[in-house]
Structure formats: C-alpha cells, structure tokens
C-alpha cells in the first residue's frame, strides 16, 4: 500500500499515474524479505537447511514439547506446509515426533541434541553486521512485529 497522505514521502517525482514503488511500505518488506532469503541461503545450505526448516528449529527451541499447530501459529504455517518440514528434521536428527499419549491426535515435538546444538550455534549472527542497523537492531525488529499483528488483527482481506 502507498503512504498514508500525512506520511512523509520520498523526494522524488512520481511516474505517470502517481504511484512508485519505492513510496510502498508493503514492497520495502517484501524485498527486504528476498534480501534476507538470500543472505541466509549460503550459510543455511552449509548446514543443509532451508531458511523455513531454520526458523522452524529456531520455535522450537523456545519450548520442549510443543504441538504442530502450536508450532504452525508461531510460525503463520499451515500444517500441512509444516508436516513435511517436520518429518525432513526429523530424518535429519533434529527433533523427535512423537504422538501425545494423552490425546493421540496431536504430535507432539522435541529438538534433539542436534537440533539444539545448532540453533545454538546461531548460524544468523554472521548477518548482524550485514543488516547494518547497530542501536536501531530491536526498534526495527519490533515495528514489523507490531506491523504484522496490527494487518492480522485488523481483519484484512486474505486470500485463503
């Protein structure tokens, strides 16, 4: 979406029509998005991962014995996009699916000793100097959080 007309825009004269592409906020985090997919992809294929299987080792570090659709609402994945991320992790030594005694229809997930040596092994930190934001690192990173939940929570239009 273009600026709101209180918003202060770039200095540049817009193309015939009056939209730029450079004055949308939704296509700066869509690049910036590809920029990072490339960054990471060197150091993820070191390691034999996606960006999304990281990221998916990351979440579950955060909490032992969490459920795929816990997982898949950290994470704004379906399970059935999560599934086969899981069972690849699981083939690879990174986590452990189990079916929770409980109740048999939810999966419960646990990393591995593998699993939590290398999401401690912090692979994306080589980024840190990359991103170049120094001070402004945690400011940035919590405006697109609260970008996000303010589009989810507004009842946007989703292409489902």
């Given amino acids: 979406m273009p600026m709101s007309k209180t918003a202060k825009a770039p200095e540049t004269t817009p193309a015939k029509g009056g939209k730029k592409l450079s004055t949308f906020l939704c296509f700066a985090i869509y690049s ?12 993820l294929d070191k390691l034999g991962l996606t960006y999304t299987q990281y990221v998916t080792l990351v979440a579950l570090s955060e909490e032992d014995e969490q459920t795929v659709s816990m997982l898949g609402e950290k994470l704004f994945l ?15 030594g ?28 912090d692979p994306g930190s080589a980024l840190l100097d990359a991103i170049g934001l120094g001070d402004e690192f945690e400011t940035v990173q919590q405006s697109v959080a609260r970008l996000r939940d303010n589009l989810l929570r507004s009842g946007a239009p989703r292409k489902e």
């Fill in 32 to 43: 910036a998005n590809l920029a990072f997919g490339r960054a990471y992809k060197p150091l």
């Fill in 94 to 121: 990174y986590l452990q699916r189990r079916r929770d005694p409980a109740d048999e229809r939810q999966v419960r997930l646990t990393l591995t000793p593998a699993g939590r040596e290398l999401v401690d092994a």
């Fill in 78 to 92: 379906e399970s059935n996009t999560l599934t086969p991320i899981l069972k690849k992790l699981e083939v690879d």
